[in-house]
């Protein structure tokens, strides 16, 4: 059963990188997209970005000139850079899979809580 | 591009049904057929429901439903229980080719009473 989960540190300092990883487990990333999503405390979700298994990426507009999405195929990962944050990032971010650059969020992490403050 | 519109709450007793109602524009419901819903209990990560306007995942119950009528799409929850009490969020492809972003409603509270 293919699994995701996310990591990275908690707490970030305003101004600082936001950084996570996601790892899949139990499956390939052959042939799947992979998303990064965010929610802030009691409010709705909000599509990053994401990177096809080939390298190909695409970005929310809104967060296109903070945001990186990268792979590492070896080691089952990709992860998220987010620069320059502020209060407005905390949220609770999630690692999300597709089968098709067109086809629906099937596959969630359990999401991981990243605090901005100083 | 603008968030889709949902109302914030919506509500039933059990055994009835409901109707989410999600609009957008031209851009994103009106352009591609790609609307999903999502649930999500409180404290974990949203569960897809619906895909394509008005597919269900393997195991989802056939009480959830959904369509569309021009720039809005529709989460129809029949035989109301307990444990669909949720927030709902909509999602729908917009953008052009090559160049497509995701857009989502700002959710729904359903209450079962």
């Known amino acids: 059963q293919v699994q995701l989960q996310e990591s990275g540190p908690g707490l970030v300092k305003p101004s600082e990188t936001l950084s996570l990883t996601c790892t899949v487990s139990g499956g390939s990333m052959t042939g799947y997209y992979f998303n990064w999503f965010r929610q802030p405390p009691e409010k709705g979700l909000e599509w990053i970005g994401n990177?096809?298994?080939?390298?190909?990426?695409n970005y929310n507009p809104s967060l296109k000139s903070r945001v990186t999405v990268s792979m590492d195929t070896s080691k089952n990962q990709f992860s998220l850079i987010l620069n320059s944050v502020t209060a407005a990032d905390t949220a609770i971010y999630y690692c999300?899979?597709?089968?098709?650059?067109?086809?629906?969020?099937?596959?969630w992490g359990r999401g991981t809580l990243v605090t901005v403050s100083s | 591009q603008s968030a889709l519109t949902q109302p914030a709450s919506v509500s039933g007793s059990p055994g009835q049904s409901i109707t989410i109602s999600c609009t957008g524009t031209?851009?994103?419901?009106?352009?591609?057929?790609?609307v999903s819903w999502y649930q999500q209990h409180p404290g974990k990560a949203p569960k897809l429901m619906i895909y394509e306007g008005n597919k269900r995942p393997s195991g989802v119950s056939n009480r959830f439903s959904g369509s569309k009528s021009g720039y809005t799409a529709s989460l129809t929850i029949s035989g109301l229980q307990a444990e669909d009490e949720a927030d709902y969020y909509c999602?729908?492809?917009?953008?052009?080719?090559?160049?497509?972003?995701?857009?989502f409603g700002g959710g729904t509270k359903l209450t079962v009473l």
């Open positions: 990177i096809y298994y080939s390298g190909n990426t």
């Open positions: 999602c729908s492809c917009a953008g052009n080719v090559g160049t497509i972003t995701w857009l």
């Open positions: 999300v899979r597709q089968s098709g650059g067109y086809k629906p969020f099937d596959l």
């Open positions: 031209s851009s994103d419901i009106g352009s591609y057929n790609l």
